[in-house]
T-cell receptor, first 114, second 108 residues
Framework: EPEVTQTPSHQVTQMGQEVILRCVPI?????FYWYRQILGQKVEFLVS????????KSEIFDDQFSVERPDGSNFTLKIRSTKLEDSAMYFC????????????FGAGTRLSVL | SQQGEEDPQALSIQEGENATMNCSYK?????LQWYRQNSGRGLVHLIL?????REKHSGRLRVTLDTSKKSSSLLITASRAADTASYFC????????FGTGTRLTVIP
């Protein structure tokens, strides 16, 4: 069964460093998303992406964040200068044109900012 | 907040019992969805109920929706130890807005 894959599963970084979280969405999907979940809290929407541009972003998704689809398969989230409070699980998701309502999630990347 | 609130926050039951989780939301919806999250893993879509539906079934899952009360419930019948996970409701409005989740523990 096709699935969304995320790498790495765990990323440790120093405060102020840049990190890139990688995702390979399901191959025929057209809509892509990033969510985050701080330990013990809700899953929060960060950004959605369609047709090579951001469709919507939340107030969490400030200038430190960016997304890119550098080729036909990868979808990346970059955090330019990490802060301690960026420590969280980051989930990538994708959905297809037929049913945009249902999103398929990757297993997540745990980001630890020290 | 646009997001849902689930109750209870945690639920512990014996295998074979039914588990009921509730979700309330504040704004109007097109649909409401339920997702499951195993510890440290991603979210898995379970079921979607549209605003014009009142009840939906999928295997051992039964979801109800009361738009007048802005609430939904997820019932898992004949629970199994493998059902142990966190369950989230999510309102869809271009993106998903998740609730706080219910942590379900099924004791074998």
């Amino acid at each position: 069964e096709p699935e969304v894959t995320q790498t790495p599963s765990h990323q440790v970084t120093q405060m102020g460093q840049e990190v890139i979280l990688r995702c390979v969405p399901i191959s025929n999907h057209l809509y892509f998303y990033w969510y985050r979940q701080i330990l013990g809290q809700k899953v929060e929407f960060l950004v959605s992406f369609y047709n090579n541009e951001i469709s919507e972003k939340s107030e969490i998704f400030d200038d430190q964040f960016s997304v890119e689809r550098p080729d036909g398969s990868n979808f990346t989230l970059k955090i330019r200068s990490t802060k301690l409070e960026d420590s969280a699980m980051y989930f990538c998701a994708s959905s297809d044109r037929v049913d945009k309502n249902i999103q398929y999630f990757g297993a997540g990347t745990r980001l630890s900012v020290l | 907040s646009q997001q849902g609130e689930e109750d209870p926050q945690a639920l512990s039951i014996q295998e074979g019992e039914n588990a009921t989780m509730n979700c309330s939301y504040k704004t109007s919806i097109n649909n409401l969805q339920w997702y499951r999250q195993n510890s440290g893993r991603g979210l898995v879509h379970l079921i979607l109920i549209r605003s014009n539906e009142r009840e939906k079934h999928s295997g051992r899952l039964r979801v109800t929706l009361d738009t007048s009360k802005k609430s939904s419930s997820l019932l898992i019948t004949a629970s199994r130890a493998a059902d142990t996970a966190s369950y989230f409701c999510a309102r869809f409005e271009n993106n998903l807005f998740f609730g706080t989740g219910t942590r379900l523990t099924v004791i074998p």
